[in-house]
């Protein structure tokens, strides 16, 4: 029987987060690492999965999931150490653009396919419950 994974509190089938500690993709032998998926967490994955191929800068991000620089940056650099992110620092002269050169996030390729997986899981697991049909009782009330 294949080994579950405890994630947001309940177990999970392996089969939901099939990338996730050993990703591979396309014959690319990157290894994704193991990132808690909280929901600030989700929240900057789904602004990289709306195009994986932008780059993304931290203010662009703060400014698009609204979370302050002290939750935000620990969030890339923990993305980043476990090689969902790709950082670089962008090429310019401050000088002549008048601003320090920006640091630049971009999605890895597997990261993209784990993310999708465990934004679906996530959202499956905080999806509502289905409404029942209450059973009318006797003089207009229900059971």
Same mark, same amino acid.
């Given at each position: ?9 309940? *177990? ?30 989700? $929240? ?20 698009? $999931? ?10 890339? $650099? ?5 090689? *969902? ?22 999605? $890895? ?35």
């Amino acid at each position: 029987m294949p080994q579950r994974r405890a994630m947001y509190g309940r *177990w999970v089938s392996p089969q939901l987060t099939p990338y996730i500690g050993s990703a591979k993709m396309g014959g690319m032998s990157d290894e994704l690492g193991d990132v808690q998926i909280t929901p600030k967490i989700a $929240t900057v994955l789904k602004i990289f999965l709306e195009d994986p191929q932008t780059p993304r800068y931290g203010m662009e991000l703060m400014r698009l $999931t609204g979370q302050s620089a002290a939750t935000l940056y620990p969030n890339l $650099t923990k993305l980043a150490r476990a090689g *969902w992110l790709e950082a670089s620092k962008e090429d310019i002269d401050p000088k002549v653009e008048g601003r320090p050169a920006r640091r630049n996030y971009i999605i $890895t390729g597997a990261a993209t396919v784990a993310a999708r997986a465990e934004l679906a899981a996530l959202s499956e697991h905080y999806r509502p419950p289905a409404l029942r049909n209450p059973r009318l009782a006797p003089h207009g009330g229900t059971a």
